[in-house]
């Protein structure tokens, strides 16, 4: 299920890590949501994010991810689509709607149950995720064993791993910074610097496919 070299499965650990550390449209729903309402709705976060993981992991299995990366028109309207939440969720922030909003008594079901959709849609429309998948996973497969299906399992399960081991400690961390939060000041300030980097990171996503 795992690739049998060792020099592999370690390359691909390192790769791994690398790019789940990298910052991204996840880490910014995730911290979100555990400033604004506590430890419960950032681990919910992290775990929407692996659920668009699990997601992305059927996709590329039963070949629709190659489908979608090897069509310019469906890989442009994926990202426009991901663009267009993620700048969604930031003008939502800059305007106050729909940003982060202190919750003293802790996460409730709604916030979770939101920062989970949230955070799953965020990972689900992101076609960096998709080219991920189809330019990382090829290089770590040995072919020659056959068990294809079983061993692109296998990696994107080490990558869940992984994605969860460093995103779990990030939400509890910021869930103690939350005393903070109950200052109006600090929870604008933390609502517009939230949506302006969801507006970039937007503007990016469109900048870096829509060529």
């Known amino acids: 299920m795992f690739p049998t070299d060792p020099t ?9 890590v690398a ?38 992991t059927m996709l590329a299995v039963v070949g629709i991810s190659l489908i979608i990366a090897s069509s310019p028109v469906l890989l442009n309207g994926l990202a426009s689509i991901g663009a267009a939440y993620l700048a969604w969720l930031g003008f939502k922030s800059l305007k106050g709607g729909g940003g ?22 965020c990972n689900l429309l992101n076609p960096k995720v998709i080219l991920l998948f189809l330019a990382l996973f090829p290089n770590f497969i040995d072919y020659q064993r056959g068990n294809v299906t079983e061993q692109l399992i296998g990696l994107s399960v080490i990558l869940i791993v992984i994605n969860t081991i460093w995103q779990a400690p990030m939400a509890l961390a910021a869930d103690a910074l939350r005393r903070w939060m109950a200052n109006p000041a600090v929870l604008n300030g ?21 060529r």
């Open 8 to 16: 592999v499965l370690a390359g691909f650990l390192a790769t791994a």
């Open 19 to 56: 790019v789940v550390i990298s910052p991204g449209p996840d880490t910014i729903i995730i911290l979100r949501h555990s400033l604004g309402s506590g430890r419960g709705a950032g681990l919910a976060a992290v775990l929407g994010v692996q659920l668009g993981l699990v997601v992305h």
């Open 100 to 121: 982060l909003t202190f919750d003293a008594a802790g996460a409730a079901a709604g916030n979770s149950g939101r920062a989970l959709r949230e955070a799953a849609l």
């Open 190 to 210: 933390v609502n517009r610097a939230s949506g302006a980097t969801l507006l970039i990171m937007a503007a990016l996503m469109l900048g870096q496919n829509l």
